[in-house]
């Protein structure tokens, strides 16, 4: 009997999954119609409804509950499979959802400590807060030391695991989709969800980044990261000391209790910094929640489930990069995207050093705006859909973590800019990717070797390009970026042309045939339109993407 009414949960749960997904399908194909909108389709009306869309689909997550959260949190970092306004809304995808039963929690610390359960004396039951995965309650111990205790909800990997087994089916159907699987590989987005979705269940990991976190500010007075109580932590629950303090967009609080706001928007962005030009590993959601200001200003670290880490092999990527953007030379920066694997290969850089020289223009020309990474993070968002663009996660990650702190450092400071405090972080980076200096004389010499290594060959370049020549081999290929686009537009043009005056003859035919004594025939022409028609709006679809690119500042310039 238990066993058939888990099957009927998990065909019911399946059933719940299913319509979420096709309800999404049916809006999004009922927002691509050009028909749908009254009074005419417009750029802005459909950025409108996409938001409410976007907005539907957080709502549609919640309610699914923690498995699709957290797939919405990690969507939200995929730019290049997502349009932008469905990035930036479940970027702010909160997850807060009721508590679970003060019973229940301390069953679930008995059947996690046994008897070490004895070492908690107070364990207060209205919890500090309650999220998806798991709810926090603060306690006493024997030694007086006050924790709080994060308790993974009851039943939750049985949950996990059929949800992920419903993703896995829904990404397989999307994949053999020839529109929807085209560019996208939706199998391995569903396999890697699955793989992040089921590690962060394991508390122990959680406890390894808070204990590494807490490491790197170990001699830093001004930046405090609770630790961890090894023998009060397992897999599904983490013990950790209770460090209070003021919320950090509390600015009210903070002035009454004689800290300088701007001091500690200061501080902030600083150990952010720090943190991902001298350690690579940073917190990947510094959200108002997860930061307070103690008594003394310090800074406080809060919930270590996401965080990220970068190589150091794109931390050298970066830093040329970073050189590139600091000289405003596009074609250097297009070239370390291209090695970094950003942009895809075999596709003409013309307009994508176009674009990234118009965004290079106006996030680096002074007098710098105050929320230039917001700025920059949805002229990124708006690039890489639907182009040839494939941004790593973790760069996602540390662009939006550096947005939303913006955010925070403007809300203490409306004067603050993370751009000015970066200057000293970022030299080091330029210079040496944050190692020392012998990485930048390496630099030097790589290049050096390089240009010797071509100066070289040219004599035997320049002989084999002249018997080529005398032997008539040498073909010249001229590729002129401007003119395909040009000429592509024109001949979509004439194509409208001819089929606006098909559907003129075919009106004119429809119009003699309802005033003739068979005005049944009229059917005929309209019959013959339709198709016509479709095929006319799909092509003033593609004059309209193809005309956006024209109406960015400088794309009618030349390229490098």
């Known amino acids: 009997m238990g066993t058939l009414r888990q099957q009927w949960r998990a065909l019911a749960r399946s059933l719940r999954i299913w319509s979420a997904v096709l309800s999404l399908v049916l809006g999004l194909w009922w927002d691509g119609k050009d028909w749908t909108y009254p009074g005419g389709v417009s750029e802005q009306r459909r950025q409108v409804r996409q ?62 400590l046994g008897e070490r359960c004895a070492e908690i004396i107070d364990l207060e039951e209205q919890p500090l807060g309650s999220a998806s995965l798991a709810q926090v309650h603060r306690a006493s111990l024997r030694s007086g030391r006050q924790v709080v205790f994060k308790i993974q909800r009851p039943g939750l990997e049985r949950l996990f695991r059929l949800d992920l087994e419903v993703m896995q089916q829904v990404a397989a159907v999307m994949q053999r989709h020839p529109r929807w699987g085209e560019g996208r590989d939706w199998v391995s987005i569903a396999q890697e969800c699955r793989r992040v979705l089921l590690r962060e269940l394991d508390f122990r990991l959680e406890a390894e980044h808070a204990a590494r976190f807490r490491q790197q500010f170990f001699d830093d007075a001004g930046i405090r990261i609770p630790s961890v109580i090894w023998e009060l932590s397992t897999r599904r629950v983490l013990c950790l000391d209770f460090l209070p303090g003021i919320k950090i967009t509390d600015r009210s609080a903070l002035v009454e209790a004689g800290i300088d706001p701007a001091a500690v928007a200061e501080k902030g962005a600083a150990s952010y910094l720090q943190q991902l030009v001298r350690f690579g590993f940073f917190h990947a959601d510094p959200h108002p929640g997860n930061l307070a200001v103690a008594a003394d200003g310090a800074l406080i670290y809060y919930d270590f489930g996401m965080m990220g880490q970068i190589s150091q092999r794109l931390r050298s990527r970066l830093g040329r990069m970073v050189r590139a953007a600091a000289a405003r030379d596009a074609s250097a920066l297009v070239v370390e995207l291209q090695g970094a694997g950003v942009i895809a290969a075999g596709i003409d850089p013309g307009p994508v050093r176009r674009l990234v020289r118009v965004m290079l223009t ?142 003129g003859g075919l009106a004119v035919a429809a119009a003699l045939l309802a005033s003739g004594p068979t005005p049944a025939l009229v059917a005929v022409p309209l019959v013959l339109a339709a198709p016509v028609v479709l095929s006319w709006l799909k092509l003033q679809g593609r004059l309209r993407r193809d005309a956006r690119l024209e109406k960015l500042p400088g794309a009618s310039g030349g390229s490098n």
Do not use: C
């Open 51 to 112: 938001q409410r869309r976007a907005r539907w689909l957080t709502n549609e997550l919640i309610s699914l509950g923690s498995a699709f959260i957290k797939l919405g949190q990690l969507l939200s970092a995929r730019p290049d499979v997502l349009p932008a306004g469905y990035v930036e809304e479940l970027a702010h995808l909160q997850d807060r959802v009721p508590a679970f039963p003060f019973v229940t929690v301390q069953a679930l610390l008995e059947q996690e």
């Open 362 to 503: 106006e996030a680096l020309t002074p007098p710098f705006s105050a929320n230039i990474l917001e700025k920059l993070s949805g002229d990124l968002y708006d690039l890489v859909y639907g182009q040839p663009f494939r941004l790593p996660s973790e760069l996602i990650f540390v662009m939006r973590a550096l947005s939303t702190f913006e955010g925070v450092g403007r809300s203490l400071d409306p004067g603050f800019s993370l751009v000015s405090i970066a200057r000293p972080y970022l030299l080091p980076l330029m210079t040496a990717s944050g190692n020392g200096p012998n990485d930048f004389l390496g630099e030097l010499g790589r290049q050096a070797g390089d240009l010797a290594s071509r100066s070289l060959g040219i004599p035997r370049r320049l002989d084999d390009s002249l018997a080529r020549i005398e032997q008539g081999d040498l073909q010249v290929q001229i590729r002129a970026g401007e003119t395909d686009r040009l000429l592509r537009r024109l001949a979509l043009a004439q194509q409208v042309s001819g089929q606006s005056f098909l559907l």
